[in-house]
């Protein structure tokens, strides 16, 4: 299945490139696409350093979040709850405001490079940077 086919059965519609970059990079991860329950649980998982192993995900949403949650910043890429309640909110570019304090079972994930072969940074805020960078702290 291609890109335009999944969003077309799916009736996704992309904001801007951004956003489909972001959908780009895990579409083909979904249970809807793959069949594979563990394969989002399990990327997302190594991705921000959790163990997701013995988890479903509940919710995956592109572009917005549709389960009553509210993202720590605004035009999320992609939403993902997981069964055990943590949940990721993923975007493609670095707000302009500063990092706010996400509660106990949030994660921010960054896809900031082009590739998730780039550098992985983590902070003890629960926030990750996919990178082909080194991020500056004093910039975020």
Known sequence: MTFEEFLEIRDVKIKNKEHERIAKLFFLYFYSVTGDKRLLPDLIGQLISIDL????????????????????????????????????FIYGKIPENNNVILRENEHVLFVLGGSLHGKINRDVRRYTYICNWTYNENRI
Request: with cysteine.
């Open 53 to 88: 192993s013995s988890v479903v995900t509940k919710t995956a949403c592109l572009n917005g979040i549709y389960d009553g949650s509210i993202a720590p910043y605004e035009d999320v890429d992609l939403y993902i709850r997981f069964e055990n309640d943590i949940r990721v």
